[in-house]
């Protein structure tokens, strides 16, 4: 089954949910958030579903964030992206049912925060996770109101301010992943994990994780959706994007 550039697979009750646009590295397109969206409505309508993996097609990247190419600067185009994108994140963690995250290369900006927002990442050795955002004038939202309650504040700041990569092996070590495994083995790893998870009783498994997500998507998710927007209009997004578009180092001004 296939929704816009997303392969869905439901396997012995796991939904397989590839973001398959490897030529691109998996970015969020509008093609990409349309089979994400649907694949997830898919996920809770099935009751043969118990649980979902969300990976990436290709060796190179699960998600290496927005699709800068197609970007605009126009402010109701950037208030209808920002809350789009994130209410598709905050989807993963509202779903009803286990998601792990199978990273299998670069997660970045909104990919990291994809993975961020499953249950569960298991990331291949090869994996790099990071939030480039800044480099391009503007912030990561999701990230900015959920990576302090993984890896603390001040890393989050760092994170989020120089948006330097990290390797999965740092990214085990400040919590972001649950295991790092061999590149060869991931979906292997993964799909081990999914089986176990969906043999267990299903009503308290989805109170669980209800309990342990209760209170996400509130006041500070809003407040992210409405400053993501302010952020594209201005003249350091317009300088970032343009010199990310013509492959240079931005100046920024302000």
Known sequence: MRFGNVDFVNKEGVAWITLDDP???NARSPEIRQGLRESL?????????????????????FCAGGDISRFSFEAHAARKFSKETLALTHSLEACSKPVIAAVNGLALGGGFELAMACDFVIASDRAQFGLPEIRLGLMPGFAVVRLHEIVGRSRAKELAMLGEPISADE?????????VVP?????????????KLAAKPRTAISMIKGIFNRGLGGDELQL????????????DAREGITAFREKRKPQFKT
Do not use: C, N, Y
């Open 41 to 61: 409505a898919q996920v809770e309508a099935d009751d043969s579903i118990r649980v979902a993996v969300l990976t990436g097609r290709g060796d190179k990247a």
């Open 224 to 235: 992210a959706m409405e400053a993501m927007p302010v952020l594209f209009v201005t003249e």
């Open 23 to 25: 030529d691109r590295f």
């Open 183 to 195: 590149h060869a083995q991931l979906l292997e790893e993964a799909g081990a994990f999914a089986q």
């Open 171 to 179: 990214a085990l070590r400040l919590g972001v992943v649950l295991r």
